[in-house]
């Protein structure tokens, strides 16, 4: 389940961002709902919110590094990890790997969903955003209340 999570990201991602530098100049603009979401191509050297604009080889070692270690974690833990969290894991390390192809291969990262009321955006940062929304989740409230549930009387074990 990991592995066709974090390959389905990467190619919904790259898939994606093959079709807007494809069909689109950069810079320009298509209205999708106008006044609210637009495809804008943009090129993007930096981290979210364009931090860290122009430190390609940091970006690349951060990502790398931690893709790395998010996979040797459930490669390790297996199927002791909570299905929740594993897919989380997956969102993230699919939208990180999907956004370190292109700052190996171009130099930059093609961000192209323009919610106005946020930066531009990819499908691999859909991913990563909603793994970590989803790790937090099952972190604080899933796997606790799945920890604490009653067992039931089948699953009891006797003393005797």
């Known amino acids: 389940m990991f592995w066709v999570i974090v390959l389905l990201c990467v190619a919904v991602d790259q898939w994606s961002k093959l079709q807007i530098?494809?069909?689109?100049?950069?810079?320009a603009n298509r209205a999708l709902i106008p006044g609210v979401?637009?495809?804008?191509?943009?090129?993007?050297?930096g981290a979210a919110f364009s931090i860290l604009t122009g430190?390609?080889?940091?970006?690349?070692?951060?990502?790398a590094a931690v893709m790395i270690g998010m996979t040797?974690?459930?490669i390790r833990k297996g199927k002791s990890i909570f299905p929740p969290e594993k897919?989380?894991?997956?969102?993230?390390?699919?939208?990180?790997?999907g956004n370190l192809i292109c700052r190996c291969v171009r130099g930059y990262v093609i961000d192209f969903i323009n919610i106005h009321i946020l930066p531009i955006f990819n499908a691999a940062d859909i991913c990563?955003?909603?793994g970590c929304a989803?790790?937090?989740?099952?972190?604080?409230?899933l796997e606790p209340r799945f920890e604490k549930a009653p067992e039931r009387p089948d699953e009891r074990r006797s003393d005797s």
Not at 55 to 63: A, K
Not at 134 to 141: I, Y
Request: proline share 0%.
């Open 21 to 27: 530098a494809r069909t689109m100049e950069l810079g």
């Open 37 to 45: 979401l637009d495809f804008t191509y943009t090129h993007n050297t």
């Open 55 to 63: 430190r390609q080889t940091f970006l690349i070692v951060v990502t």
């Open 72 to 74: 040797v974690y459930v």
């Open 87 to 97: 897919i989380a894991l997956a969102l993230i390390v699919g939208g990180g790997c």
């Open 128 to 130: 990563v955003c909603c």
């Open 134 to 141: 989803l790790l937090v989740l099952s972190v604080l409230f």
